[in-house]
């Protein structure tokens, strides 16, 4: 039996956690802005509002498109819970990963779920690891950049990354968002705030020596991986030209880039064509964005030049298969 294709970018929402954050993330403007509520009359921006909620509508468009699986994964924009207290941020994790696990166990073949921390108290948030993993079965953790400033890459998350490594998890990393709050102006939190977190979640991994720590970590990058694959020559010039710059660092962060994956949610073949030519199409997965995604969810990946059907086949399917765990 054929693997089905695996769309490893799908969010979900929790409308408890979403309520309970809606003042604290960039969504709202950090609480400055509000939104009238979606009527069915509303078109786009009221079937978005509701894929991320119901599990049929996901599974109607998985029909319509031809994609098997859904990795997904907390709408972290909306409900971020960095800004709470330890305790209370875990107790919204809790509620979240369980509400994922529903979906999965509602459908098993259709959901693969991942589980959010808090990464704010790592004992919580190692507890809560184990009880995801353990207890609700989930197999992906899905994190972002940073918790309250602190890049993933630093040791005080050492622990997360050696239980990552250990248990043979997968990680997806989506921002929450930029909080510089001048990129409110014109959605540019997310227009040029999102690539550019990629962008530092990366280099942290490089520079503070974590991907050399735990090599076998599989971790897939939203928005292909933001800006860092086309300007990692600058960080090569100065790993060359500045010592203090290598400090943690076994090789040049270009020979990195082939130690995380990247999904091809970026919005142009042009710049999927790039992307692969540097780092292999065997690095990539398909991955959509959605609800909020592209209308055709293959129209970047079909339009890229020099992919051939195995490789597209490859992205599709067999990586993000193999990523996940799943049998052939």
Known sequence: ????????????????????????????????????RAQPGDGWRYEIGQKVLDPALQ???????GIGRHVITLTSVACNTDWAEPADAAAMNRHANETIARWVADHPDRFIGSFTLPFQDMTL??????????????????????????????DKFRPFWERV???????FVHPHGITDKSLQKYFLWN?????????????????EGTLDAYPALRIVMAHGGGYLP???????????????TRANMKKKPSEYLRQFYYDTCVYGPDVLEALVERVGADRIVFGTDYPVGERDPYATLRGCKGLSDADRDMITRTTPARILGLAA
Do not use: W
Not at 19 to 30: C, E, K, L, Q, T
Not at 165 to 171: D, G, I, K, R
């Open 191 to 207: 227009g040029i705030g999102q690539p550019f977190e990629e962008t530092r979640f990366m280099a942290s991994m490089m520079h």
């Open 125 to 154: 948030a190692l507890e809560e690891m184990a009880y995801a993993v353990d207890e609700l079965g989930l197999k992906v953790a899905g994190v972002s950049s940073n918790c309250r400033g602190d890049y993933l890459g630093e």
């Open 59 to 65: 599974i109607a468009d998985m029909e319509k498109h």
């Open 165 to 171: 490594e250990a248990q043979n998890l997968a990680v």
């Open 1 to 36: 039996m054929p693997l089905p294709v695996i769309d490893f970018h799908v969010h979900m929402n929790d409308p408890d956690v979403n309520a309970r954050s809606f003042s604290h993330n960039v969504m709202s403007g950090f609480g400055t802005r509000t939104f009238p």
């Open 230 to 244: 086309h300007y990692i020559g600058r960080l090569d010039r100065n790993y060359e030209n500045s010592a203090d």
